[in-house]
């Protein structure tokens, strides 16, 4: 798992191949959905510890 920055400054998630833009943030937590979910219907989520808090 690795964090990193897109082209526009936005954080993502890669992980198993996969690309996750950031979705939610909440105090302890941060859900990120599939970079893929518009083009490839992909329904891939995950959820990590929120670094901030």
């Given at each position: ?10 954080a993502k998630l890669c992980y198993e191949g996969f690309t996750y ?33």
């Amino acid at each position: 798992m690795e964090f990193i920055r897109s082209q526009r400054g936005a954080a993502k998630l890669c992980y198993e191949g996969f690309t996750y833009t950031k979705k939610k943030e909440t105090k302890s937590t941060m859900r990120w959905e599939c970079s893929q979910h518009r083009s490839e219907n992909c329904k891939a989520t995950a959820t990590t510890d929120n670094p901030v808090s």
